[in-house]
């Protein structure tokens, strides 16, 4: 059962991996670059979200605020630094991502202190399956995720700005001389990847502490899922968000919880040196 257990925590961390890898995913598949300040997007939905659930005493409306707060704030990055940057290269832009990351975290700093903060959640009794305790809280946040992720994925399969976005993965070339706007496609990608690491960052500060650096933590464990599902592939990311979330979990016991943040690091070398691709990347050529 102890082991039981582990696996529904490490599935609750693992939506909080998964919404973050999902966020890079989709910057890296269409705007080409690795966006360093998604960990600082989840801090400024984790500080959103806690302010809108001190103020109403509702889990659902915190991340409605998490995911409109880190929108806009993402969309205003896109518009005063990444589009001018736009004709860069790579390590320009995430240099500039860096650079985008301090500064929002400069931000919270100044506005909420340094001070670590908590969801003030009240207490309920756990559910018991089986032996394994769930909390109404983890179902709540469960279903916050969900909600998003479906979402997300209905806007990018069922919409017509969610084709022209997968069009300008496939191929930005043949997709611009097909007619798709390249510039309501990054509006909508920039709206969309912020949002989604918004909520993220809400489900970690529900599940862990609000503090300036605490997005910035999550940075390495959502680049390694990135990779690990194949980066342009949101559903990949998603799945192995919540495969590095339970592994996580799982080695708590061998190493504790202050290092079990290094198995993000060695999943990722060990993605890099076998299977470079991902799970569920495409091989590319280069002509």
Do not use: C
């Not at 059962?1 to 973050?20: C, D, E, K, P, S």
């Not at 809108?52 to 929108?71: I, P, Q, R, W, Y």
Request: glycine share 12%; charged share 10%; hydrophobic share 60%.
């Amino acid at each position: 059962m102890f082991y039981a257990q582990l696996l529904v925590n490490g599935l609750v961390q693992g939506l909080v991996i998964g919404l973050a890898a999902l966020s890079i995913t989709l910057v890296f598949g269409i705007a080409r670059f690795p966006n360093a300040a998604t960990g600082d997007a989840m801090t400024l939905g984790g500080y959103s979200a806690l302010a809108a659930f001190k103020a109403t005493g509702s889990m659902a409306l915190g991340g409605v605020a998490a995911f409109l707060a880190t929108a806009v704030v993402s969309l205003l990055a896109y518009l005063a630094v990444f589009r001018q940057l736009a004709n860069r290269s790579v390590v320009s832009l995430l240099v500039a991502s860096i650079g985008v990351a301090f500064f929002i975290r400069a931000v919270l700093g100044v506005t909420f202190g340094h001070a670590q903060q908590v969801f003030m959640a009240p207490l309920s009794r756990p559910y018991v399956l089986g032996g394994v305790r769930i909390t109404p809280l983890d179902l709540q946040l469960a279903a916050v995720a969900a909600i998003a992720l479906a979402a997300v994925f209905g806007l990018l399969y069922f919409t017509p700005i969610g084709r022209q976005m997968r069009a300008v993965a496939d191929n930005r070339d043949l997709a611009r001389v097909s007619g798709v706007r390249p510039g309501r496609v990054m509006v909508a990608l920039w709206l969309l990847a912020g949002g989604v690491a918004g909520v993220g960052g809400m489900m970690l500060g529900v599940k862990t502490i609000v503090s300036p650096e605490s997005g910035w933590e999550m940075l390495l464990p959502a680049f390694t899922a990135a990779i690990l599902g194949g980066i342009g592939s949101p559903g990949g990311a998603v799945l192995a968000g919540l495969l590095l979330g339970v592994a996580q979990e799982a080695s708590t016991p061998f190493v504790g919880f202050t290092y079990k943040i290094a198995l993000a690091f060695v999943i990722m070398l060990a993605v890099l040196l076998v299977r470079p691709r991902g799970l569920f990347g495409r091989v590319e050529g280069a002509r």
